[in-house]
């Protein structure tokens, strides 16, 4: 009887036990209510600074709280995003020297002051190079030059890839040195008046017609105290075959000098001629929202795991013949739907994780990551508690895949914890098939990387579906199909609840990996004092 009692109390023991151990189910209905919610006209393509953006915040609220997530920013749901909207207009002519360059045709120019006028004024022109200053890779395109009230003609992209020397920055792969948004940020620096990139399709990984488009209509920006007043009065690009009238106008090879800038000890030129461009903008101030909330830990409340996604569109477009809504559906409707169904499943575990789980939907991530960046500016905690990021900007909604994409490689140990995961389920790490386009600094995670936190990007983008770039990415088309497949969010999603359970019970601490470009912010960030 003794025995029998025994075995009966170990049966229910270890009962107990597997339930306990049993994880929480991601559930196919309450994704696609989420997305197709999400992805509806009713919400007009979730427009920043629209009706549809009162709409979209409003029900990831309301969704938040259904599911007991905590308010996550300063007491509240909501972080207000001061913004502006600015448009250039295109009656503009660049004068260098004695050529004049037409708008769209020739180059493309704005600006990120709040002002109506913007001037380059006989401003000496200077060729940087990359227009990179890269300690870490020993390069300094700007050695001995003061470029200050001057205006510099760059390349785009880095040595690394016009070489395609592995030991050269990081070989074929870009680095963040190679994005047009740090060419412009270290020209501010150095107090320069104007910049214009030399636009190749190939380095670029765009054509012309995408530069075009983006410099033309009106952008959102945020915008400081000052109306921004330390901005270029000029940022902008030029077409390889301007770039070769200008040198030629002064005896010089565009194509030899190109060479000559991906090589060690490049030295800063200047043309000998000057520059002359005056535009006019309007401009308007308003300000967007993103959303935020929290799942507090256990022991370890005071560390965070970020999951993130932005909830914008390109709303309604005026001109459109037809159906004009941007809805969205897969970029990134199906993001946000994937971190309000992680949220649900971290909201329903028996016992809660040790580390906090920090959740924000961006805005504006469509017009430069500006919800982002207003995010890691003023952040709701310490960058120094955040462990780790795990953003997802569109998922596979084609069906189920034996690999799970990386983007970037070799730059963090947050890449080890994801093939580790993707090893548990039976898959393989399929590595970014285009690095040289740069696309992992190109979504929300590259905001708080730029503050020093590791994150991972988790990115369909047509990659299980080869029509969808063609045909629906960024058009109105990108709508809540019925055809749709959830075996592959299916398989994302539960590998990246497995790695928030194993980093939210651990006291782990993913670095940056040697020669990443932010492993000093990281390592100067953990070693303030608290309270610095």
Excluded at 71 to 92: C, E, K, L, N, R
Excluded at 247 to 257: E, G, K
Excluded at 370 to 391: C, H, S, W
Excluded at 505 to 526: M, T, V
Aim: aromatic share 10%; no cysteine; glycine share 10%.
């Amino acid at each position: 009887m003794r025995v029998l009692e025994v075995f009966l109390v170990a049966l229910v023991l270890s009962g107990v036990a597997r339930a306990a151990e049993t994880p929480v189910s991601f559930s196919q209905e309450s994704y696609k209510d989420y997305v197709k919610t999400l992805a509806s006209d009713h919400f007009e393509g979730r427009g920043p600074m629209t009706e549809g953006e009162e709409r979209t915040v409003s029900y990831l609220v309301e969704e938040l709280k259904k599911l007991g997530v905590q308010p996550g920013y300063q007491g509240d749901f909501i972080q207000t995003v001061p913004m502006a909207s600015i448009a250039a207009s295109q009656d503009m002519q660049l004068d260098i020297g004695e050529l004049s360059f037409e708008p769209g045709t020739d180059f493309v120019s704005r600006t990120q002051k709040m002002t109506k006028l913007t001037e380059l004024n006989d401003s000496e022109v200077v060729f940087v190079g990359y227009g990179i200053d890269a300690p870490e890779y020993g390069w300094n395109d700007y050695a001995d030059m003061d470029v200050k009230g001057k205006t510099l003609i760059m390349l785009v992209n880095d040595p690394g890839y016009a070489t395609q020397d592995e030991s050269v920055f990081r070989g074929n792969a870009m680095t963040y040195y190679g994005r047009w948004t740090y060419k412009y940020e270290e020209a501010i620096r150095r107090g320069a008046s104007g910049v214009f990139i030399v636009h190749e399709t190939g380095a670029a990984g765009y054509p012309w017609s995408v530069v075009e488009s983006g410099a033309t209509g009106s952008k959102y920006m945020l915008v400081d105290d000052t109306g921004n007043e330390n901005e270029l009065e000029a940022m902008g690009w030029i077409q390889s075959k301007t770039a070769e009238q200008i040198f030629a106008s002064v005896d010089l090879d565009f194509t030899q000098l190109k060479a000559a800038a991906a090589k060690p000890g490049f030295k800063p030129m200047t043309l000998g001629v000057k520059a002359n461009l005056r535009t006019t903008h309007w401009n308007k101030m308003g300000e967007s929202k993103n959303v935020v909330g929290v799942i507090p830990g256990t022991s370890r409340k005071d560390e965070y795991l970020l999951l993130t996604a932005h909830w914008d569109a390109f709303g309604k477009k005026v001109g459109v013949k037809g159906d004009n809504i941007f809805n969205g559906a897969v970029d990134n409707a199906s993001g946000v739907a994937g971190v309000l169904e992680l949220a649900r499943m971290l909201s329903e575990r028996e016992e809660p994780l040790q580390r906090s789980v920090l959740i924000a939907f961006f805005t504006a991530e469509e017009t430069g990551l500006l919800g982002a960046f207003a995010f890691a500016q003023q952040p709701p905690v310490p960058t120094r508690q955040m462990v780790g990021l795990f953003n997802i900007d569109s998922m596979n909604l084609a069906g189920a895949t034996d690999y799970v994409l990386k983007y970037g490689d070799g730059l963090q140990e947050l890449e080890d914890w994801l093939e580790d995961a993707a090893a548990g389920q039976g898959r393989r790490v399929k590595p970014d098939a285009n690095p040289q386009n740069g696309l992992f600094f190109r979504s929300d995670h590259f905001a708080l990387a730029q503050q020093g936190v590791p994150g991972l990007l988790f990115m369909d983008l047509g990659d299980s579906d080869p029509e969808y770039i063609a045909n629906r990415y960024h058009k109105p088309a990108d709508e809540f199909l019925e055809s749709w497949q959830y075996s592959g969010v299916k398989n994302d999603l539960n590998l990246i609840y497995s790695l928030l359970d194993k980093l939210g019970n651990s006291d782990a601490w993913p670095g940056w990996k040697e020669g990443a470009e932010f492993k000093h912010i990281r390592q100067s960030d953990l070693s303030r004092p608290t309270g610095n």
